[in-house]
């Protein structure tokens, strides 16, 4: 494959995987949360965790204060926190899952036009891995929510 031709199917693959996994992964997290599920803070939890130490490792650290104060900033002017809260989390970790696949596919096509395949498939896996796991999660919240509460 000439040169040309490999850099292109490296960058193809890197949006494939951004565009279309990160579209199906922030999906099928959130289809696991109602609109108004209380434990969606448990899951934006989990992202959080992952889009601060993915932040942290590509030298990106600002993005830290920035996704905390679009956090923070559905309290701003309203009063009905409790009603809406649940919603933007649940908008907030589809966000988040998708900037980690994004992230990821930057990172795939930045390490593999220079041949370091080893890193560039170990955050596009890590990434896909975790997202499994937190669907995982989301369904296991979801069935203990439509349980209800369990006696001590």
């Known amino acids: 494959m000439t040169d040309s031709l490999e850099r292109a199917a490296i ?10 996994g990160g579209g199906k992964g922030a999906r099928s997290v959130t ?6 599920g209380h434990y969606s803070a448990e ?9 601060y130490t993915t932040a ?7 993005f830290i204060p920035v996704w905390l104060a679009l956090k923070v900033s559905t309290h701003w002017g309203k009063s009905d926190v409790k009603e809406t809260r649940p919603i933007f989390n649940r908008w907030l970790i589809g966000t988040g899952v998708s900037l980690a696949f994004g992230v990821s596919a930057g990172m795939f096509i930045q390490d593999a036009t220079e041949h ?8 596009v896996i890590a990434v896909g891995v975790g997202t499994l796991l937190l669907i995982w999660r989301g369904r ?13």
Not at 56 to 62: I, M, P, R, S, T
């Open 116 to 123: 370091r395949w080893w890193a560039a498939l170990g955050p």
């Open 31 to 36: 289809a696991t949360i109602p609109v108004g």
């Open 140 to 152: 296991i919240l979801e069935r203990r929510d439509r349980q209800g509460p369990q006696p001590p």
């Open 11 to 20: 960058y193809l693959a890197g949006y494939a995987f951004s565009l279309f």
């Open 43 to 51: 899951l934006l939890g989990l992202v959080e965790a992952t889009i």
């Open 56 to 62: 942290w490792v590509v030298g990106k650290d600002l």
